[in-house]
Every structure is written in C-alpha cells, then in structure tokens.
C-alpha cells in the first residue's frame, strides 16, 4: 500500500484528505507544518507528498526544497489558497510537480494523485522484474526462478533503488539520506556494509549487478544474455 504524506494546517482540511485518500485506498500520515512534516520523513517510507504553502514554522515551499535536497522523485502535490502566477512559479521551481488552487475537488485531487504516481513511473503493484529476477517492494520479497528470497528491510530499499534506475549512480550520501533518515547518525559505511552484503546474496544473479564507482557511489547494471546492459 501506498504512503502519501499530508501537510496542511487546517486541522479539518488535513483531516479531510487524508480521509479521502484513505478510501480511495492510501495509508496516509499527517502533520501541520513543514517541521513536523520533515521529522514524519525522517521516520518513515512516503510514496508522495500533498502539502499546503502558507504555515506556521516552516511553509510549503522550504518543505519541498527540503524534500528536494534528498529525494529528487517523490511526487509533490501543492494544495494551497495562493493562485496567483508567482505563488505557482515559485511552487513548482520550489521542487513541487502540480499545484491546485483552494478551495479544492477532492475527486480531482484523487485524479491528479493517480496522475503523479502514473507520471513518476511507479507500477501499479511495485513490482521490479529484471530477467528471472522479481521484486516485489510491499512484501519486501524477492523472487528468482520460482524461490523466494526475502532479506532485511533496509538491504531490500536500496536494492530496489538500484535496480530501478539501471546505470544512475547514487553516492553513498544520498543512500544514507533517502533509506536511513537525515538525521540518522549512521556513517557511510553502513552503505558499504550492506552493499557488500547484497553482493554476496547476489553473487550468481544472472540478471543484474553492483558496481562501485570509485569516488563517487554505486550503480546497478541490468545484464542481457550475459552482458552488461549500457
């Protein structure tokens, strides 16, 4: 199940959304401000963002550039009362990827929400499959020939991060960021530890590697008939 993260400090608003994105199927979790939003980041796996501008402590816009320093892909939606051209340019060169103007449809919301996970390339069922090799991110399970191999939540998030962008090379910094939490007071190495850990469990995988890019982080090759797919 999808997480989208709920920003608005309108109690009744925020209440409102994620009471309809609940029913049309979402887990959602809540905050009023852009603070509280950050530290829900920090503790948990959000699939989107839907958030107000105008709040207290910090507002929309830092929120998203926030989100922006870590995470380049997540969907961002913007509900906010501001409709003029400037509130808008300043929304979406904040970071945000479409912006509705209250008061609000929330059956349009709905749309423009399926809209931006279709946009952002995220399957359906969020299944990977690379080969003979599945992974399926809600059971946090990997499936090869017909065995199923399941591993430690946090080695499960950065391989499906890795193979879901074949050839993009994330540095350990952003790993650490986006899987670990910000604040999280683990040192780089413990991308390296897990890196080599899904090496080993991957060794014979015909379908895929890990490659260290030396000063820089890691990347995912996709194989094809044996060779590496550039």
Do not use: C
Not at 41 to 51: A, F, I
Not at 90 to 108: L, R, T
Not at 136 to 157: H, S
């Amino acid at each position: 199940m999808r997480t989208i993260l709920v920003v608005e400090d309108n109690a009744e608003l925020r209440e409102l959304y994620a009471l309809v994105l609940r029913k049309a199927g979402y887990q959602t979790l809540t905050a009023s401000d852009g603070v509280e939003a950050s530290y829900a980041l920090e503790k948990n796996y959000v699939d989107m963002t839907v958030t107000d501008i105008m709040m207290p402590n910090m507002d929309g816009y830092e929120f998203v550039q926030n989100i922006r320093s870590f995470n380049k892909e997540m969907p961002i939606l913007m509900i906010t009362a501001k409709d003029d051209f400037k509130s808008k340019s300043n929304g979406f060169h904040s970071g945000a990827d479409d912006y509705m103007v209250k008061p609000i449809d929330v059956n349009e919301m709905l749309l423009r929400v399926d809209a931006l996970f279709r946009r952002a390339k995220i399957a359906q069922d969020r299944k990977l499959v690379i080969g003979s090799t599945e992974l399926d991110y809600d059971a946090l399970a990997i499936r090869r020939n017909g065995m199923e191999v399941t591993i430690p939540k946090k080695e499960f998030y950065l391989l499906y991060k890795l193979v879901s962008s074949p050839n993009k090379i994330f540095t350990r910094r952003q790993i650490m960021d986006e899987i670990w939490g910000m604040d999280n007071e683990s040192d780089s190495q413990t991308v390296d530890v897990h890196i080599n850990r899904l090496r080993k469990r991957f060794a014979d995988d015909p379908d895929f590697r890990i490659e260290t890019v030396r000063g820089l982080g890691y990347k995912a090759v996709l194989q094809l008939s044996g060779k590496a797919e550039s």
